[in-house]
């Protein structure tokens, strides 16, 4: 799992030992502040993973999963990791309730209010769940039959209809933008 700068200086680690490691071959940088240790299995969800830890550097994955901070990783790639519909990972969709300034070039950030309801963590990311997903991808104005496909995909799964008809796009999409 990669983590960042602040996480090594948090450990007591200097900016210098962990060029250092990338240099020798000990670490490897996955993305402008977040590393990999060497001989840790490589995912396809590492890059995601970097830029999510990314958007609160400070802070540890179990400090940010003991108290949500609102930034989750959404539509097509939360369909994507759940395996709903056909939807590549990349580029990475991000909500969060307050606007996050970033030049990531495969990274879309959106503001975007969901609710700690609506999120599971999958692989210590946090997620939204398919109905949060489904109405997500509608606000993004994602193809309508890819959609539908993730719907069919969803409902083979336990799809929560109760929970899903209170996710109106009206409610869902307060403070929607990009």
Same mark, same amino acid.
């Given at each position: 799992?990669?983590?960042?700068?602040?996480?090594?200086?948090?450990? +007591?680690?200097?900016?210098?030992?962990?060029?250092?490691?990338?240099?020798?071959?000990? !670490?490897?940088?996955?993305?402008?502040?977040?590393?990999?240790?060497?001989?840790?299995?490589?995912?396809?969800?590492?890059?995601?993973?970097?830029?999510?830890?990314?958007?609160?550097?400070?802070?540890?994955?179990?400090?940010?999963?003991?108290?949500?901070?609102?930034?989750?990783?959404?539509?097509?790639?939360?369909?994507?990791?759940?395996?709903? +519909?056909?939807?590549?990972?990349?580029?990475?969709?991000?909500?969060?309730?307050?606007?996050?300034?970033?030049?990531? !070039?495969?990274?879309?950030?959106?503001?975007?209010?969901?609710?700690?309801?609506?999120?599971?963590?999958?692989?210590?990311?946090?997620?939204?769940?398919?109905?949060?997903?489904?109405?997500?991808?509608?606000?993004?104005?994602?193809?309508?039959?890819?959609? +539908?496909?993730?719907?069919?995909?969803?409902?083979?799964?336990?799809?929560?209809?109760?929970?899903?008809?209170?996710?109106?796009?009206?409610?869902?999409?307060?403070? !929607?933008?990009?």
């Amino acid at each position: 799992m990669p983590d960042t700068r602040t996480h090594a200086a948090r450990l +007591g680690i200097t900016a210098k030992a962990l060029s250092q490691a990338v240099a020798s071959g000990r !670490a490897e940088r996955i993305a402008h502040g977040a590393y990999r240790l060497a001989g840790v299995p490589a995912t396809e969800r590492d890059h995601v993973t970097a830029i999510w830890k990314l958007t609160a550097s400070a802070k540890f994955t179990h400090e940010r999963m003991a108290a949500w901070d609102d930034i989750v990783i959404g539509g097509t790639s939360a369909a994507n990791i759940l395996g709903i +519909g056909d939807f590549r990972l990349s580029p990475y969709r991000i909500y969060a309730r307050n606007r996050i300034n970033s030049r990531i !070039a495969d990274a879309s950030f959106a503001v975007r209010a969901v609710d700690e309801e609506d999120i599971a963590w999958v692989d210590s990311l946090p997620i939204t769940k398919a109905e949060r997903t489904l109405v997500d991808l509608c606000l993004d104005f994602e193809d309508p039959s890819l959609i +539908g496909d993730a719907l069919r995909d969803a409902a083979r799964r336990r799809l929560d209809y109760d929970r899903l008809a209170l996710l109106t796009p009206q409610e869902s999409g307060k403070g !929607a933008a990009g």
